[in-house]
């Protein structure tokens, strides 16, 4: 399940504010954005991060006791596109064993 598409969830912060279109409201996700991806874990779901925020992407990969995946995004180093991922995160995704 992806957190968010276009638009700020009561738990998550997307993509268009990593562009400046929109403002952060979690700077990641919110208190029950945390209880939201623990639950995923638990249940066995997988956490989709495509069109959230660079932060949003930050704090799953912190928090997630599973692997997360990135369904329809690109590397940012490839192809500059906001809703693509960075090289840092990319990064943690490995660090992380995710």
């Not at 995923?40 to 995946?69: C, E, F, Q, W, Y």
């Not at 596109?81 to 960075?86: A, K, S």
Request: net charge negative; with cysteine.
């Amino acid at each position: 399940m992806t957190l968010t598409h276009s638009c700020n969830t009561p738990w998550a912060d997307n993509w268009l504010v990593d562009t400046n279109d929109e403002r952060p409201v979690h700077h990641g996700l919110s208190p029950f954005g945390k209880t939201v991806v623990e639950e995923m874990n638990r249940l066995g779901m997988i956490v989709d991060l495509a069109h959230v925020s660079v932060d949003t992407m930050k704090v799953v990969l912190n928090i997630s006791k599973a692997p997360v995946i990135f369904s329809h995004s690109s590397a940012y180093s490839i192809c500059q596109h906001r809703r693509n991922v960075p090289d840092d995160v990319l990064h943690l995704v490995v660090s992380a064993g995710t």
